[in-house]
């Protein structure tokens, strides 16, 4: 099938885009909300902790939704629900509020998720060989909208407060939902699915496919924890100001573009597991690099670096729940893929803001490595 005449597969695409935007921006957001709801850094890691947990929730409700009904009305829930949410941000009177609100929108953007990546794992001409890569280009897309939210952010604040942003974004989130609704699915293609598929997790749970699971969950706590307190850490340790702060950690993600374009297309041919074990291993080494860097040039280079191998192994650790998958239970392949993701990395901004707090901020990248070193260990016992 080609991808540039596969009108879905771009819908899909941009609107997936959209859901994104605020994944880095309310991180970025974190030693605002910090000074202007007067909270502590534990309070700030419930921020993110909260919306995790809702997510994980959202990963269940969609793989239910999934084998039971069609994937387009629970996008377009799942768009109308983050515009709604966006709009309740912006105008958030305190810090439950906010917290509730966030949670909201991260509940309504991990529905939309599982549905996207089940019907772009199939657009492609041969999956088993070709799937890292078109699983690979829609990532990149995803990811000028995850890169494109903390930009955007960074420059707002130099001008205006930070909720026009949210309310800015809100508005993209509505139109999407328009194009999904138009988009033409093959319905008895997709009836078809849902008759073969199944909910029971022991369904998909082979050995595998746990092991695999476990190894994304670890990497999940670790790079969770540091992402949650990344501009925490350039503000308060390297001296930046909160916008160039967002702006930095916005480019970062925008050169993870490069990792995950190169990635999906070097992993079906270099092997799934090979290049996760690779960009994970280079992951490792540049956050090492990045948490002992004398000056902010140099600390810029391995942060860029790290971002472009951990955004390397997107692609084919999808694949590699396509692959632990049969077709009709995809959808509870990447339920399942979120959830463990989820689970895990919704713990670790409280551990590190405990860490920050006792010993500063450096001392959160030992823990990062650490479990790193550990996914790193379970990819390689999982396939």
Known sequence: MDLARNTNFWVISLSHLFTHVFDLMNLALIPVFIEEFSITLVQAGFLVTLPLLASMVSSILSGIIMSKFSYKPLMILSLSMMGFSALLV??????????????????????????????????????????GKTVGFHVSVVMLGIASGPIFLGFIILHFAWRLSYLIWAIP???????????????????????????????????????????????????????????TYFVTEKGLSKSLSSILYGFGQAFGIIGVS????????????????????????????????????????FFVLYRIFNSGSIAPVMSLVARFTS??????????????????????????????EVFGVWYIFPFVLIMLGFAILMVQLSV
């Open 90 to 131: 912006s105008v958030t009177p305190n810090f439950l509020m906010l917290m509730l609100y966030l949670s909201l929108l991260t509940f309504a953007s991990r529905l939309y998720c599982p549905a996207a990546l089940s019907i772009v794992s199939e657009s492609c001409e041969d999956c088993e060989l070709n799937r």
């Open 262 to 301: 190169g990635g999906g297309a070097l992993s079906d041919k270099m092997g799934e597991k090979r290049w996760v074990t690779i960009t994970w291993t280079a992951s490792l080494l540049s956050l090492l690099a990045f948490s002992l860097a004398p000056s902010i040039p140099i600390l810029v280079l």
């Open 173 to 231: 989130l509505f139109l999407s939902a328009v194009p999904v609704a138009r988009m033409k699915v093959d319905l008895l293609k997709e009836r078809e699915d849902k008759e073969g598929a199944s909910l029971r997790i022991t369904s998909v749970m082979k050995a595998g496919f746990i092991l695999l699971l476990i190894s994304l969950g670890f990497k999940s706590m670790g790079v969770q924890g540091l992402s949650t307190f990344m501009t």
């Open 327 to 356: 077709k009709s239970r995809r959808g509870l392949g990447y339920m399942l893929y979120f959830f463990s993701s989820s689970l895990m990395g919704a713990f670790s901004p409280i551990v590190t803001a405990q860490i920050i």
